[in-house]
């Protein structure tokens, strides 16, 4: 792949919070967080899974690329931490695919735990069969330009919610909410009580019909 020429700005490395974040998260559903977020911060609806596998809970690795163009996600592979999410931005382009099976397998490899992409993807049947959480907001055959410019590791935006490095991404079958990480204690706290508010609606509507 030539990316010599490809402008590519790479923000300064940032340091990945300690992964007991993201096993304190994993206990809670998407719907009990954004209830502890005021309702805010879910991707839009317009990106679905692509795989049966949809659950993960990662550190946000944010991509932007311009639309059907993905070096800077090629370039981020040497960039991956375990634990990461890749978010790429891919300005909700769906002509031009910006991941295939090739990509996927690396993500995975690397210890990614889960890719979202504003725009396309490509080699589905193949991206399924690697349970690999997959989101997308379409699927094309049409393979990507190599030529930037894009940029690694900045803030971007994803369905429409502001994604930072670090951030803790929540995935599950209702879709996905990024959570700030200067937020997390607090929504941690409020999730609990929102988990605990469930439980007893549930036990008393049980408690009714037996």
């Not at 990509?103 to 349970?131: C, N, P």
Request: charged share 25%; proline share 5%; hydrophobic share 45%.
């Amino acid at each position: 792949m030539a990316l010599e020429t490809a402008e590519v700005r790479i923000a300064p490395r940032w340091k990945r919070p300690s992964k007991e974040w993201l096993d304190a998260f994993a206990a809670f559903p998407v719907a009990n967080i954004g209830d502890a977020m005021e309702r805010l911060s879910m991707c839009d609806a317009g990106i679905i899974p692509l795989t049966n596998h949809t659950a993960f809970t990662g550190f946000a690795f944010p991509v932007q690329v311009t639309a059907g163009d993905n070096a800077a996600v090629i370039i981020a592979l040497d960039y991956i931490e375990e634990g990461d999410v890749m978010m790429i931005n891919g300005m909700g382009h769906i002509d031009r695919a910006l991941v295939g099976e090739q990509l996927t397998q690396r993500f995975q490899h690397a210890g990614a735990r889960g890719q979202v992409i504003d725009g396309a993807v490509r080699d589905k049947k193949i991206i399924e069969s690697t349970d690999f959480p997959t989101y997308s907001r379409g699927t094309s055959p049409a393979g990507p330009y190599k030529n930037g410019p894009g940029v690694i590791g900045e803030p971007v935006a994803i369905g429409g919610v502001v994604c930072c490095a670090g951030d803790i991404v929540v995935a599950d079958d209702d879709g996905i909410i990024i959570i700030p990480f200067w937020r997390a204690e607090d929504v941690l706290e409020k999730v609990k009580e929102v988990a605990k508010r469930e439980a007893e609606m549930t036990a008393e509507v049980t408690g009714q019909y037996r």
